[in-house]
């Protein structure tokens, strides 16, 4: 099982984008980041096994700190989200930062939360 990091809430396992979230934390300056449906469609939706959870994640620390920026970072843990390392059952898709991936666990369950001081050292 491949081992995969995100940014997810501390308690509900939710990551940081969904509607009206990240404009409180995203930095206006940051790099233009593809979007799901941008980088990979829709099409995905129909791979993940029924009953499974899915979500975006990295394959590595770096690219994880590459996307949520230095300046994003204390927002984001004032709002609860953290870095974290789990594993994945399978990777549905690759992009050039961000994967998406499915595991039969639900994702605040069973992962290693980290601090960004730690995803920072990891990174190094």
């Known amino acids: 099982m491949p081992t995969i990091y995100r940014v997810q809430h501390r308690?509900?396992?939710?990551g940081p984008?969904?509607?009206g979230v990240s404009r409180l934390w995203c930095d206006?300056?940051?790099?233009?980041?593809?979007n799901i449906v941008t980088e990979f469609g829709t099409d995905w939706l129909n791979e993940i096994p029924e009953g499974w959870h899915?979500?975006?994640?990295?394959?590595?620390?770096?690219h994880l700190?590459?996307?949520?920026?230095p300046t994003?970072?204390?927002?984001?843990?004032?709002?609860?989200y953290l870095p974290v390392e789990m594993e994945a059952d399978t990777i549905i898709r690759?992009?050039?930062?961000?994967?998406?991936?499915?595991r039969r666990l639900h994702m605040s369950r069973d992962y290693k939360p980290l601090?960004?001081?730690q995803a920072e050292r990891a990174a190094a």
């Open 65 to 69: 700190l590459t996307w949520f920026l």
């Open 11 to 14: 308690i509900d396992g939710r």
């Open 28 to 34: 206006p300056d940051g790099p233009d980041l593809p």
């Open 94 to 102: 690759r992009g050039a930062l961000q994967v998406i991936f499915a």
């Open 54 to 62: 899915a979500g975006c994640a990295f394959l590595s620390m770096a």
């Open 115 to 117: 601090t960004w001081t």
């Open 17 to 19: 984008y969904r509607p």
């Open 72 to 80: 994003e970072r204390p927002k984001l843990k004032r709002m609860g």
